[in-house]
Structure formats: C-alpha cells, structure tokens
C-alpha cells in the first residue's frame, strides 16, 4: 500500500472523465501540499485516469471543498493499473497467485473495495513484464484491467 496518512497530507479531487468507472463523479486522493497550488499524491487512483501515484500536480483551491486538480505539473515515472475482480479479492485464491507474481515485479497495490484494486508500478519495474502479467490474468478470468497512467518508457 503506497497511501501515507499523516497530519500534513490533505484530500484533493480528481474529476473523472467519460473514460473512467465513474464518469462525472470525483475521486479524493491524499496529497502532499507543496505551496503555489502544487501537490504531490501519495495514493495511487482508483478510478481516474492520468495520474500516478508521487505525480504533482496543479489543484485549484475551492472556497468549500477538496482543492480540485486541473493539470499534472511533474511526473513521478510510476505507471497505474485498476483491477476490476468480479468474484471478489479475498474470495479468489487465482488473484492471489497473480498479486502475488506482480508484487514479485516491485508492484504495490492498493484496494478502494472488495472488487477494486490500483496497481502502483514503480519506475525501476519492467513495464513489459507487468503488461503481459496483467493481460495473463484477464486472460484467465482473475480480473479485468485498465491503463489508469503509464509513465513508463515504451
């Protein structure tokens, strides 16, 4: 699990597009403030596309709410994947055999519900690797994916 809680990090919304799970909600997500409407996440998106855990951003203060992210400003190199597991995380003994194998690539994961996961690569992982491993396992039926950020060289 990438997300750190701690007394400095603040929410932040991310406002999801027509591509995502969810079109015209938000998703909040820890941040780190780095002043001048900067931030740097510190979880990895569920549900929004373009963005990657340790990315920082530009977020616009709201005079109620989460400040809301309207670009990235610098890219951390790390990649994201959402897993969708229909037969559920903990009920399914393949997904585990998967997790496992990417987590043995450097991947971290992080679990917004008991079907929904993001998959964290960190730039020194095979991109290629973790690619083909994802696609073995909705081959398989363990899961569905999708290409959240690849910040990844390819």
């Given at each position: 699990?990438?997300?750190?809680?701690?007394?400095?990090?603040?929410?932040?919304?991310l406002e999801?597009?027509?591509?995502?799970?969810?079109?015209?909600?938000?998703?909040?997500?820890?941040?780190?403030?780095?002043?001048?409407?900067?931030?740097?996440?510190?979880?990895?998106?569920?549900?929004?596309?373009?963005?990657?855990?340790?990315?920082?951003?530009?977020?616009?203060?709201?005079?109620?709410?989460?400040?809301?992210?309207?670009?990235?400003?610098l890219?951390?190199?790390?990649?994201?994947?959402?897993?969708f597991?229909?037969?559920?995380?903990?009920?399914s003994?393949?997904?585990?055999?998967?997790?496992?194998?990417?987590?043995?690539?450097?991947?971290?994961?992080?679990r917004?519900?008991?079907?929904?996961?993001?998959?964290?690569?960190?730039?020194?992982?095979?991109?290629?690797?973790?690619?083909?491993?994802?696609?073995a396992?909705e081959?398989?039926?363990?899961?569905?994916?999708?290409?959240g950020?690849?910040?990844?060289?390819?």
């Open positions: 699990m990438n997300q750190a809680h701690s007394a400095d990090l603040v929410r932040i919304a999801l597009g027509d591509d995502t799970l969810r079109p015209g909600e938000v998703e909040t997500m820890w941040a780190e403030p780095l002043g001048e409407d900067r931030y740097r996440l510190r979880n990895s998106p569920f549900y929004a596309r373009g963005f990657s855990f340790l990315d920082v951003v530009i977020a616009e203060r709201q005079t109620d709410g989460f400040p809301i992210v309207r670009r990235p400003l890219r951390s190199g790390h990649s994201t994947y959402q897993l597991v229909s037969g559920g995380i903990d009920a003994a393949h997904f585990r055999s998967y997790a496992e194998r990417l987590l043995g690539l450097s991947c971290t994961f992080e917004a519900t008991a079907q929904l996961a993001a998959v964290d690569v960190p730039p020194e992982a095979n991109i290629h690797e973790v690619y083909g491993l994802l696609e396992g081959q398989a039926g363990v899961w569905d994916f999708q290409e950020h690849c910040g990844h060289p390819v």
